[in-house]
């Protein structure tokens, strides 16, 4: 469902300032079947600043709807957010078969190259982001490996009319589990009206901050731009050692929800072809034989 791309350039908005942000971006719906719905956010839109993300998708699924299907070159992560309803079938090629709950993540390095399959169970209603998430070339072909965080093993973070999930990574002092692959945190936030919430971002790090619902208004560097609901921006910092602080705030008279991911850029070029992301279309050809000879493993 994704077509082949490679990355830009990175965004020069502001040579001024030691980051730069894009303009605030709506998503692309997606649908498929009767029972998948999403908006879809791709890297291309992002001048480079979305690095190292590929591609994210807020969706809805509530029926199977993609069956087994390869990965490599990448890691493809799932967050569920607590409102989803019901069990979120997980397996995979290195012999997982267990059910997701509400409010899980499921990390999935597919380095070489595995074979995945995740679907509702029946009657679920499952509410998430679906992630891909570059690697770099020197772990392109490294042995795949997971993570799965149960939402009641991250920590949260609550003050000032914040609840903020630790999916991964830390903030304010406050740590959850790491991942598989390159650092990063994923933040899952709800913010009450007129509150403010505060991230710092480490030297060099890229961002990715989504309104899921509601109103925000983002806030560093002295630079500020409001997001409204289904609007997202990328956050690239110009520098390897200052560290720029992100203020979100909900300016509105309800509660808002966001996302918010961080992590270093990989900065290098990239090809994606579906669940494939390489360095070269030579790669790409190679991993597209070695799953069609079943070289990508199987499912039990």
Same mark, same amino acid.
């Given at each position: ?21 894009? *303009?605030? /971006? ?15 956010? /791709? ?10 993300? &590929? ?26 957010? @607590?409102? *989803?309803? =019901? ?6 090629? $290195? ?13 999935? /390095?597919?380095?070489?190259?595995? %074979? !995945?399959? @995740? ?15 570059? $690697? ?19 920590? &949260?973070?609550?003050? !000032? ?11 304010? =002092? %406050? ?11 994923? $933040? ?9 919430? *505060?991230?710092?971002?480490? =030297? ?15 806030? %560093? ?13 990328? %956050? ?9 602080? &992100? ?12 996302? $918010? ?35 990508? =493993?199987?499912?039990?």
């Amino acid at each position: 469902m994704h077509t082949t791309s490679k990355s830009a350039g990175k965004s020069a908005l502001n040579l001024a300032s030691p980051v730069n942000f894009t *303009s605030a /971006k709506y998503g692309k719906a997606l649908e498929i079947g009767s029972g998948f719905t999403a908006m879809t956010f /791709k890297e291309k839109d992002y001048s480079g600043s979305m690095d190292p993300l &590929v591609m994210v998708d807020h969706y809805r699924m509530t029926a199977p709807t993609f069956g087994p299907h390869p990965h490599a070159g990448l890691s493809a992560v799932s967050v569920l957010f @607590e409102d *989803s309803d =019901g069990l979120f079938h997980n397996r995979d090629s $290195l012999g997982n078969d267990f059910d997701l709950m509400p409010g899980d993540l499921y990390w999935l /390095k597919a380095g070489a190259g595995v %074979i !995945h399959d @995740e679907s509702p169970r029946q009657g679920a209603k499952i509410h998430g982001l679906q992630v891909f998430v570059n $690697l770099p070339s020197a772990d392109k072909k490294s042995e795949p490996s997971y993570l799965h965080v149960r939402a009641q093993d991250m920590p &949260v973070y609550e003050e !000032h009319g914040g609840r903020i999930r630790i999916v991964l990574g830390e903030t304010n =002092g %406050i740590s959850g589990q790491q991942a598989p692959a390159s650092p990063m945190t994923i $933040l899952d936030g709800r913010i009450d009206a007129q509150s403010t919430f *505060s991230h710092q971002l480490k =030297g060099g790090e890229n961002a990715w901050l989504y309104a899921i619902k509601g109103e925000l208004d983002m806030a %560093i560097c002295e630079q500020e731009i409001n997001l409204l609901a289904g609007q997202s921006i990328a %956050i690239s910092s110009s520098g390897e050692t200052s560290l720029n602080t &992100v203020r979100v705030s909900n300016s509105g008279n309800q509660q808002a929800h966001f996302a $918010l991911f961080a992590g270093k850029p990989i900065a290098e070029d990239f090809i994606q072809k579906g669940p494939f992301v390489m360095n070269t279309e030579v790669e790409i050809a190679q991993v597209e034989a070695d799953f069609s000879a079943g070289k990508l =493993g199987h499912l039990k």
